[in-house]
């Protein structure tokens, strides 16, 4: 009896454990443009942070008073965000100069981050890290920890917009255009 107990338990955990691989091995499904996940925050002031850079540096939001704000939460294992990392590159060349402030905050382990970041020549600060980027996303309203998963912020401080998949360029612009 307590051997046929031992086998359901083990049973159990192996199912678990293949459903769990599963779930982490799926392709992303594209994502309705616009979608929010989680809370809407939309006209709320952002939430604080202090996550570690790839460089070792402690960075919060404040580094960055009086700039828009693109706060995307990627990870290099993520299609997408792969997909849209150089559009998010180019838009930190032409519009940094202008105001806007692209921060990357990785769900990721720091070397793989560094070397994806040299790599792909990524021009803006890459923030990194595990439980503390996941608890951040959520406090950015991504509830779902869907990535990638980026979130707009005036110069004052206010959330204008929230966006769950990859993000399109020309959309993007259009609500960007009216904040710097």
């Known amino acids: 009896m307590r051997r046929l107990g031992i086998m359901l338990i083990a049973a159990a955990a192996l199912a678990a454990g293949l459903y769990v691989s599963s779930s982490f091995n799926r392709p992303v499904p594209q994502q309705p443009k616009q979608m929010v996940t989680g809370s809407d925050l939309a006209g ?10 790839i460089t070792g540096e402690f960075v919060t939001p404040e ?89 707009l912020v005036d110069k004052d401080g206010v959330i204008r917009w929230q966006y769950t998949g990859e993000i399109q360029r020309e959309e993007f612009l259009q609500i960007l255009r009216g904040l710097l």
């Open 44 to 53: 709320s002031y952002r939430p604080e942070f202090r996550l570690g850079s």
């Open 63 to 151: 580094d960055f008073r009086g700039e828009v704000l693109l706060i995307n939460f990627w990870a290099t294992w993520c299609a997408p965000c792969r997909e849209e990392m150089p559009m998010l590159v180019d838009l930190q060349n032409e519009y940094g100069p202008r105001g806007l402030q692209i921060i990357g905050i990785a769900l990721d382990d720091v070397q793989s981050v560094r070397d994806f970041v040299q790599k792909y020549s990524i021009s803006y600060p890459v923030l990194v890290g595990a439980a503390d980027v996941m608890q951040t996303s959520h406090d950015y309203g991504n509830t779902a920890g869907v990535l990638p998963y980026s979130v």
